[in-house]
């Protein structure tokens, strides 16, 4: 059973233009939560977080909006650009002592056009 | 200077063999992970060590054995090899809990043949 799903393979986007990549959770007791990037024949690096008491946290071109009701989550890039073409993947962590254990979407390729 | 580094990156090997894959982080983390990218690219853990202690040990096969000699090391030997075992292994390390992300090595693409 995945309890993080982002049900978007792939997106594909102009340059300058905004990508919206998804993530939905199924968990209610997910009270943090990461996107990270990954780009071929390299781990996944940390992007941007955030917690279940915010509904927003921006940094630079990258906003996550959170909609705890519709346990729903999603990433803006904006303006989005071709260094921008990466896999992107979402992830949740329980509470307490999880002792950082986070569960993982199977992400979203976003492929960004000059 | 790499902060989580895993060798090999490439490993293939014939079904019935042993290996393992070696994992070193230079970053002071007190928590280090194995994660298996399965064909289905999902990321599942599936150990955690925090100070050479096993904390995390989901459903995986006995084949599978974590080793932490000390905090900046977690090796994981892989005993009689098979073909599902094919996937990328991602080791990673985290401070206080991975509250703030994890770092992750670069990934070793391990091949049963």
Request: hydrophobic content about 30%; charged content about 20%.
């Amino acid at each position: 059973d995945q309890q993080v799903k982002q049900n978007s393979p792939s997106l594909s986007v102009q340059e300058g233009r905004i990508s919206i990549l998804n993530c939905d959770y199924t968990n209610s007791m997910f009270d943090y939560f990461l996107w990270y990037k990954k780009y071929p024949a390299e781990g996944p690096t940390f992007l941007i977080s955030i917690s279940s008491i915010k509904d927003k946290n921006e940094d630079g071109r990258f906003t996550v909006f959170l909609n705890k009701s519709a346990k729903h989550l999603s990433l803006h890039i904006v303006p989005s650009q071709p260094g921008d073409s990466a896999v992107y993947f979402c992830a949740a962590r329980v509470g307490g002592t999880s002792y950082g254990k986070l569960t993982f979407g199977q992400g979203t390729i976003l492929t960004v056009h000059p | 200077d790499t902060a989580v580094s895993q060798t090999p990156k490439y490993l293939v090997t014939q079904m019935g063999n042993d290996k393992s894959i070696k994992c070193e982080q230079n970053l002071g983390h007190d928590t280090m992970y194995w994660y298996k990218q399965d064909s289905k690219k999902f990321l599942k853990i599936m150990f955690s060590y925090n100070n050479k202690e096993l904390i995390i040990n989901e459903t995986v096969p006995n084949r599978f054995s974590p080793k932490s000699p000390d905090k900046a090391h977690l090796n994981l030997h892989i005993n009689s090899l098979e073909l599902g075992d094919s996937a990328v292994y991602f080791c990673a390390s985290s401070s206080r809990g991975g509250r703030y992300g994890y770092t992750f090595g670069s990934g070793t693409r391990l091949t049963v043949v």
